[in-house]
């Protein structure tokens, strides 16, 4: 309790300001109110209650920011690659230096329990980390010879670009997408969600105090409707990273038709975690449980549909429904905490939705169920049994603390089951027959599958999904080829025949 204590006191430090002053856009290096002088209400999970006014970026606002992404891009662009990796280097540091902050924000603006954030906060940071050590060789390309020429490409960043983050864990998927960008040569400008704007506020600060030029990265709040849409359809922005539900990257599409914007879309899941009767039960478990219930299920890779061979089914699911009712869901801050509230009172309603669709299809709730009344957006860890493929709860993502539990008899049936969706972003393996891992993870339509693991990011390694979950990978080089354009330069040795016409 006492720990809770303190914390809520330091936290309480870092909002004063926010509370007093509101959350402001940064544009060309500027704190700025809208154009229009409007602002929305952010509230916390966690009590409901609004604790800051954030400016109501529109259109004129998204304009300003590309205006300076564009000043701001020949200079950024043109740079040594050492230099901004030097300048990268310091926002990692101070990101470092300020996680503790971070977090804290991040736990009172998503309801995210401080077990997770803490540790998401660090990693924002390992993000400029990682790329900084990439920009130096970001334009690098390829000799490629022919007797007659010699063929030399190079990469040069695509321009200003804009990135559309969502509100699970925001600011290291900020980071993730920002930090490429600019190692790239790529200036930005960020729409954050409007559920959860602290901690991109206190990003594009950070860069800015860490001696990233004005306009190299520009905020801008607002709606998706209305800021994140003009953004999209902006002439001077040349690309968009977009994170967050497969419908909105339809939409974003449809919008940078006009400016054929190059998209990159990291989207929605219906994860299978596919246990067979020959697995290390235990760590499926441990691992099944971590990855539907953590991050409050609100997790485009949680593995919302356990899959679960018949001969071992009635006695796994009885292991999962004891270790649910131990989940501990409470005040984000608390250091026993593992499920937080839900991000806003529109998603709690989608989510709670859901156990009435579960009842009508015919399936049971085997735990959980309801959602805990109070001033948060809390919900029950909740276990759905006995469904069918064909089921809503099965085939839809529900982004909360819900787990959909299927049965099959052989391989085949858990593959049609695995890839009858719409999605297919992660898939997690449990077996102890390599030959079988290696049959599944072949045939599973997915961008990523662990074999026996939990979720474990190494960020050389390609991230995103096929299907209805994405458009495109990120990290390691896969990131710079979305932010940058290869170009080929033919250069002739001078031995070769060319054609002559009207000779
Ligand atoms: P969302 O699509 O509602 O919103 C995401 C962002 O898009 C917000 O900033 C929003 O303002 C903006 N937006 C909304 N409409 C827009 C429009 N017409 N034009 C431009 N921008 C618009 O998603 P959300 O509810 O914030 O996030 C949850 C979703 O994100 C889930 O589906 C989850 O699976 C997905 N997600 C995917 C990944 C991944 O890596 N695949 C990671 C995290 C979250």
Redesign the pocket.
Known sequence: MSMLKDRLAVLEGHLARFRARGIENLIGGESRPAQSGRTFETRSPVDGVAFAQVAEGTGADIDAAAQAAKAAFPDWAAMAGAKRKAILHRIADAIEARAEEIALLECWDTGQAWRFMSKAALRGAENFRFFADLAPGARDGKALPTPGHLNVTSRAPIGPVGV?????TPFM?STWKIAPALAAGCTVVH?????SPLTARILAEICHDAGLPPGVLNLVNG???SA??A??EHPDIRAIA?????R?GS??MR?GADTLKRVHF????KNPVIVFEDADLDRALDAAVFMIYSLNGER?TSSSRLLVQESIADEFEARLIERIGRLRVGHPLDPETEIGPLIHPAHLDKVTSYFDIARKEGATIAAGGRRIEGAGWFVEPTLFTGARPDMRIAQE?I?GPVLTALRFGDEDEALAMANGVAYG?AGYVWTNDLSRALRVSERLEAGMIWVNSENVRHLPTP?G?VKA??IGRDGGDWSFEFYMETKNVALALGAHQIPKLGG
Do not use: D, M, R, Y
């Not at 977009?242 to 497969?246: A, C, K, L, R």
């Open positions: 559309i983050t969502p509100w699970n998927l729409k954050p969600a409007e559920f709606f998706g409707e994140g849409k953004l999209t977009f994170v967050g539900e497969s909105t939409a974003i919008q990291e989207l929605g899941g485009c993502e982004f972003l991230f999904g979950s994405g």
